[in-house]
Nanobody, 118 residues
Framework: QVQLVESGGGLVPAGDSLRLSCAAS????????MGWFRQAPGKEREFVAA????????YYAHSVKGRFTISRDNAKNTVYLQMNSLKPEDTAVYYC???????????WGQGTQVTVSS
């Protein structure tokens, strides 16, 4: 099993930036991909971005493409989400998750709150 710990959330005004971090520990050799998801109050959890651990290919939700950047530091077993030009609609709890090859996202962090004021 992989353990994930997020950090970096906070309260910022619209237009500002934040960088989220997610540190992985445990069976990290089994990692295939890591992703960021978010859940706003009263809404279902939605995909934000993902990165393939070995090759570095990245994928984004349409709503964040061009504003958010996902990256990873393999040596530190850490994935980052750089969020620029934040909007009030980006307000949510952000979760990182890990995926093993051939499987679903099956390890999740505790979440970090991001609040963007208008």
């Amino acid at each position: 099993q992989v353990q994930l710990v997020e950090s970096g959330g906070g309260l910022v005004p619209a237009g500002d930036s934040l960088r989220l971090s997610c540190a992985a520990s445990g069976r990290t050799a089994s990692l295939y991909a890591m992703g960021w998801f978010r859940q706003a109050p009263g809404k279902e959890r939605e995909f934000v971005a993902a990165i393939i651990w070995s090759g570095g290919s990245t994928y984004y939700a349409h709503s964040v493409k061009g504003r958010f950047t996902i990256s990873r530091d393999n040596a530190k077993n850490t994935v980052y989400l750089q969020m620029n030009s934040l909007k009030p609609e980006d307000t949510a709890v952000y979760y990182c998750a890990s995926q093993r090859r051939g499987g679903d996202y099956d390890s999740w962090g505790q979440g970090t709150q991001v609040t963007v004021s208008s």
